[in-house]
């Protein structure tokens, strides 16, 4: 797949380079400002699974 996009690229290597470099910014931009808070929204993320009513404690004496 890498070498096919590199294929279809146009112009000299250092160009292509330049522009593997820009599309690569442009997707995680774009993953940033809709992907991500759109998984945010939809997904519950903040609920947690571990039980704190069970009596552990992680900072005392083992």
Not at 28 to 50: E, H, K, N, R, Y
Request: charged share 10%; hydrophobic share 55%; glycine share 10%.
């Amino acid at each position: 797949m890498c070498g096919l996009i590199w294929d279809l690229l146009p112009g000299p290597k250092w160009l292509k380079f330049l522009q593997v470099i820009l599309i690569i910014t442009l997707i995680i931009m774009a993953c940033f400002w809709w992907l991500f808070p759109w998984i945010s929204q939809t997904l519950d993320l903040t609920g947690t699974t571990v039980d704190s009513s069970l009596g552990y404690s992680w900072g005392g004496d083992l």
